[in-house]
Structure formats: structure tokens, C-alpha cells
């Protein structure tokens, strides 16, 4: 740390002095609002596995119908309908049919045909006589019951006409739709790119991994990304907040993210938000966005030319919540910084909230906005200036209501409650609640 005040050199031109006081604020609502505004990455075409936790660019239609053939649903006999009216009903057996197998076996009155199930149904059936219904002899199949033409049958495009919608664009790709568009044989799917994010973990108290704070361009995240063992002083903290972005990212998809360390040095704060916005697509920060004499990231980043989206929030955990844009005017790079507080439940707001929406908006997604569900809390609350999230537990009650109940520890340096709760309910600000009133809220993930 240098001898002289850490803003005596930096002064940015482009800072204004958002007032501290609630009604400078912007809303929760007006900053999930202002991710709207970012430029989506670049739609690229990949095989289908790869895709997967992507943002879908194009519908996708069918390709073929499905089922692909008519088929058997159960392990039995194909027969003609007809046949199993008859007084006696024995058939004589005419070969056998399996699954992925080809064969071009025609089904005469009076025979029946062993088949799987997946077995395609052959030239003159109508019918399958499921096994548990026949009475097998060496070569014969009686029927013990009537069988009405299209008895477990699956027809060729009972589910799906050739050119029917299978996905949306702006889908998020999960594993069931995955499953959808591989078993239409789709093989590459268009998909927007996934960001490329920087994660600038900064603090002189926070313990540190020893990796150094260059950035490589590549990802690096594995166990030794992060501190271990013991602190070295008692002023220090063990690190929360990489590891809860690290795991958060990776639950989401990312898995190409680049993870690094950060002292409040001005310079070295500087050196590392250069290179982090000049090859990343987003660079999320936590700690130095407050009002303290070493909260950094605002000067120093506007220094480097980002411009300020918006500064503190109405909101409680995460206050002074940063967001701002950059463009290298000579390589046309362009990227964004989230500035989380350091605090780490201001963290968990953070990401589910916010870095969730403006990923949603930079993949392409439909629905970006956190869609909130409705519950009926359980609890009284003092009223707050600030809209509040708080962690609470959410059950169903044994009447099949939605209930949201509160938990304790919930002031923005305790992190503990997160391992009962499941939901963030949202409290609107200056208002008194007591039980039973509708709050809305999302799920923790
Ligand atoms: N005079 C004022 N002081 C503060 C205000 C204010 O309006 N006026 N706002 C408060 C609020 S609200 C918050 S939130 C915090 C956020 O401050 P910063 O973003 O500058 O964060 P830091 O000061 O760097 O750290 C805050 C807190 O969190 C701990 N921390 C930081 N990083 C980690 C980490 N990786 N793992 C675990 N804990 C971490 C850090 O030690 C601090 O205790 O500012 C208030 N102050
Ligand atoms: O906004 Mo801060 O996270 O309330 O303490």
C-alpha cells in the first residue's frame, strides 16, 4: 500500500456523488431494469451436448416425426385384430421381430409374429397380443383375450409431425430438452456464446490464494484457486465469497471463468480490472464498491474508462451494488463490471438477483426478469427504508399452501441461515407486516 491517500491520484472526471441517502437510490426493480440494455453475446453453432445449460438462438423445428416407424410398445405377438375374434384363436408363429433389427416379414391371417418392444411393426398387423395374454405353445400363440385393432401400437408421428416446434429461441437448454432435440436426431443447435467472466475477489482482511492476481485469459478454477489452512493474522477473514461464486457459476453452466485475488492497492486493483475488462466479456467484483477511503473499484475502473450504469440500490443486503460498461475504443472490446459489495449475503443477492438477470440478457434468454412466486408468510417484520430479500425457509403446508418462514442471522456479514433456507423473499420497503400476508419470492439456486 502506497504512503499517499489511495484517491489523490484518481480523480475520475466521469464520477458523480450519488447522494447516500435512500432517495438517491435507485430501485431493485429500475436496476434488474437497466441489464436490458446490454448487448447480447454472438450466436455460435454447437454440437448438442455442448450446448447444454446454453441459450437456444433459433427455434428449432422437428426435422422428422416421431416415433420414426410404427412400432410395439411391449414385448408380445403382432397379429391381425381380426384373428383374436376367432372361437379358438391359435396362430401360428411366423418368425420374430427385435428391436433395431431390419426385417421385411409380412403377417398372414391366422400367423403371429414375436416382437419386442421397440420392434417396428411388420406389413399386414394391426395389433400386438401382449405375452402375459397368450398361451405359447412350440409353435402356436393362443390368445386368451379379444385384441382391438391398435392395442399397444405406437404409430409412425403419433407425437410429432415433421416441422413441429421442438424448442423455442431464447430456451434455456436443460437435459430435457437436449433429450428432446437428440431423439429428432438434431445435432448442432445455434446458441448464443457464453459470457467469458473475470471474478475479482478484493480485500486486504480476505485471506488469499496464492495464485497472484494476473489474469490469464484461460480458466483456472480448481482447488488451488482457492486459500487454504490458516490465517495469517487476526485481522484476516477466511474468503466467502470466492467460493460462492465460484460454485454458483459452475451451477449454471459456466465452467470457463477466471478467478483471482486482489489487494485494495490502487495500482495493483488498476492492473487487474485492465486486463479483466479488456479480455473478458464481464468482470464481477465483490468488496470496494462502498464509500470507504479504499473502496476502489468505482474510481479506478472509471479511470479505465467504464462508465457508470448505476451505483447503490434500494435494497438490503447490497446496497452499494455497482454496474457499469466498457468499450476499448481501439480494439471495440466490449464488457461489463458488477460490482458486488463485499459483504457476502449482499453476494448472495448479488448473484441471484442481479448477475443472474444481466446473464440472462448478455445469453439471449426469454423471461430474463427472476420470475417470483407468490407464498404466504409466516412472521412479523418491523418496516425497513430499504426493500429487504431475506433468506427464509419455504415449505408446503399439509392444506398444500405455499409458506415462507423466516429465519434468523439475516444481517449482510452472516451467511449461516443459507443452510436451511431455499428461497429469497422479497419484503417491499416501509411497510409493516405481520403474519399471513402474500410475499413474493424466488428460489435460491
Ligand atoms: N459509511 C458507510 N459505510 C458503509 C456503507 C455506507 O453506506 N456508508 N454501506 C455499508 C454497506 S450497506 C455495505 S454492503 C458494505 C459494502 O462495502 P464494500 O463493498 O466496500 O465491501 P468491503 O468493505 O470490502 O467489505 C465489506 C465486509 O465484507 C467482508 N468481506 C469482503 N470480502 C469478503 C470475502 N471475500 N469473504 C468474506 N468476507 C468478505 C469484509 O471483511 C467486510 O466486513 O459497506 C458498508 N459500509
Ligand atoms: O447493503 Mo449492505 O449489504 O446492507 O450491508
Known amino acids: 500500500m502506497s504512503d499517499s491517500h489511495p484517491l489523490d491520484t484518481l480523480v ?34 454447437l454440437p448438442l451436448i455442448k450446448a447444454h445449460q446454453h441459450i437456444l438462438a433459433e427455434d428449432v423445428l422437428s426435422p422428422v416425426e416421431l416415433p420414426l416407424f410404427t412400432q410395439s410398445a411391449v414385448d408380445g405377438y403382432a397379429i391381425q385384430s381380426t384373428d383374436s375374434q376367432l372361437a379358438d384363436a391359435t396362430l401360428r408363429l411366423a418368425g420374430e421381430i427385435r428391436a433395431g433389427i431390419e426385417q421385411q416379414l409380412v403377417l398372414e391371417p391366422g400367423q403371429a409374429i414375436r416382437i419386442f418392444t421397440g420392434g417396428k411393426i411388420p406389413a399386414g398387423a394391426d395389433a400386438v397380443a401382449r405375452q402375459e395374454i397368450v398361451r405359447r405353445g412350440q409353435d402356436t400363440v393362443q390368445l386368451m383375450q379379444r385384441v382391438s385393432a391398435g392395442t399397444d401400437i405406437r404409430y409412425q408421428g403419433e407425437e410429432l409431425a415433421k416441422g413441429t416446434k421442438l424448442a423455442n429461441q431464447g430456451q434455456y437448454l436443460n437435459s430435457g430438452v437436449i433429450a428432446a432435440l437428440s431423439m429428432a436426431g438434431m445435432q448442432q443447435v445455434k446458441v448464443h456464446r ?72 490502487q495500482s495493483e486493483l488498476q492492473q487487474a480490472l485492465h486486463q479483466a475488462l479488456n479480455h473478458f466479456d464481464l468482470v464481477v467484483t465483490t468488496g470496494g464498491v462502498s464509500v470507504g477511503d479504499y473502496d476502489l473499484i468505482r474510481p479506478v475502473s472509471m479511470q479505465l474508462g467504464a462508465h457508470q450504469i448505476f451505483w447503490q440500490v434500494a435494497q438490503k443486503p447490497g446496497k452499494p451494488l455497482y454496474f457499469a460498461s466498457f468499450q476499448n475504443l481501439q480494439s471495440g472490446h466490449q464488457s461489463y463490471l458488477l460490482g458486488l459489495p463485499g459483504n457476502p449475503a449482499a453476494v448472495v443477492i448479488g448473484l441471484q438477483l442481479h448477475l443472474q438477470t444481466l446473464l440472462f440478457y448478455l445469453q439471449g434468454k426469454d423471461k430474463p426478469q427472476p420470475q417470483w412466486h407468490t407464498g404466504l408468510f409466516n412472521g412479523h417484520l418491523k418496516p425497513d427504508s430499504r426493500e429487504r430479500l431475506l433468506r427464509m425457509q419455504m415449505n408446503i403446508d399439509n392444506l398444500g399452501q405455499v409458506v415462507l418462514s ?33 410475499l413474493s419470492f424466488i428460489a435460491i439456486n
Not at 458523480?16 to 453475446?41: Q, R, W
Not at 465469497?241 to 478467478?259: D, M, R, T, V
Not at 452472516?414 to 411497510?431: E, G, K
Open 12 to 45: 475520475p472526471a466521469t464520477v458523480s456523488s450519488p447522494a447516500c441517502n435512500h432517495e438517491g437510490l435507485i430501485s431493485l426493480d429500475e436496476a434488474l431494469a437497466s441489464y436490458s440494455t446490454v448487448v447480447p453475446l454472438p450466436v455460435i453453432s
Open 194 to 265: 457464453q459470457s467469458k467472466i473475470a471474478v475479482l475477489i478484493t480485500g486486504d482482511e480476505v485471506k488469499n490464494s496464492k495464485t497472484g492476481s494476473q489474469f490469464s485469459g484461460s480458466p483456472d478454477i480448481n482447488e488451488t484457486a482457492f486459500p487454504n489452512g490458516q490465517l495469517d493474522h487476526d485481522a484476516q477473514v477466511f474468503d466467502a465469497n470466492g467460493p460462492l461464486i465460484a460454485s454458483w457459476l459452475k451451477q449454471q453452466g459456466y465452467h470457463s471463468f477466471e478467478l483471482k485475488y486482489v489487494s485494495d492497492d
Open 406 to 438: 423466516p429465519l434468523p442471522k439475516q444481517q449482510s456479514h452472516m451467511l449461516s441461515n443459507l443452510a436451511n433456507a431455499n428461497v429469497l423473499v422479497r419484503i417491499p420497503a416501509n411497510q409493516h407486516f405481520e403474519k399471513q400476508t402474500f
